[in-house]
């Protein structure tokens, strides 16, 4: 079945680097892809998102990259701060053909920045 | 928590007792949704309604039921039929098209004993 899945359970980095979250989906019909940051305890909330046709986009000190030839994804975070440490999740919404959308998520990455 | 109001925020029960978990939104989407959370997991749709008095089973419904008579309310009833009912249950929002955005409440933890 499709599945949406990342590679790296934990990352730490330290504070003030870079930090690069990577997620690998496997359903070509995927038409858009979102990121979400959940800290402990609290709901989702949206980072960033990215249509198929586009390869790159860029926030507030994030910055998605979309690779649909191996069907990889990425968020990085540049300057990372204490406030970044949550879990990210990545999630794809598959082409709808019903007029309705879903969103399937992956299992997500806990960043930890450390001082 | 973007207008989506969750309640209340911890819960518990006995076995076998139904419970039922609140969502309200003011944000006036169309697209509500029902997701469970285990530790150490993502995300698990288990209802979805993409307008009022219409709704579709996620990929885990068993043991759930739901309701849209109002726009603004999709009420979770987690049966005595779930085996294992103890987990974070997440209520989510989305205008729809163009964008697939979901806004998500703050969530409810159950805890059934």
């Known amino acids: 079945g499709e599945s949406v899945g990342l590679h790296l359970p934990t990352l730490s980095v330290q504070e003030g680097d870079n930090s690069i979250i990577n997620c690998a989906y496997s359903?070509?019909?995927?038409?858009?892809f979102i990121w979400y940051k959940q800290e402990s305890g609290k709901g989702p909330q949206f980072i960033i998102d990215?249509?198929?046709?586009?390869d790159k986009r860029q926030g507030q000190r994030v910055t998605v990259l979309l690779n649909k030839t191996v069907k990889h994804l990425s968020l990085q975070i540049a300057a990372t701060q204490p406030g970044d440490s949550a879990v990210y999740f990545c999630?794809?919404?598959?082409?709808?053909?019903?007029?309705?959308?879903?969103?399937?998520f992956g299992t997500g990455t806990q960043l930890k920045v450390e001082l | 928590d973007g207008g989506i109001t969750q309640s209340p925020k911890y819960l518990f029960r006995k076995e076998g007792q139904n419970v039922t978990l609140s969502c309200e939104q003011n944000?006036?989407?169309?697209?509500m949704y029902w997701y469970r959370q285990d530790p150490g997991q993502g995300l698990r749709l288990i209802y979805y309604?993409?307008?009022?008095?219409?709704?579709q089973k996620g990929d885990i419904a068993e043991g759930y039921s739901v309701s849209r008579e109002k726009k603004e309310s999709f009420p979770l009833t987690v049966t005595s039929a779930q085996k294992n009912p103890t987990a974070f249950y997440l209520c989510?929002?989305?205008?729809?098209?163009?964008?697939?955005?979901?806004?998500f409440g703050p969530g409810t933890r159950l805890t059934v004993t």
């Open positions: 989510a929002s989305s205008i729809g098209r163009p964008t697939y955005e979901q806004y």
């Open positions: 359903n070509s019909a995927s038409d858009y």
């Open positions: 990215i249509r198929s046709n586009m």
């Open positions: 999630a794809e919404n598959k082409a709808p053909t019903g007029g309705g959308n879903k969103l399937t």
């Open positions: 944000l006036n989407h169309d697209a």
């Open positions: 309604s993409q307008i009022v008095n219409d709704f």
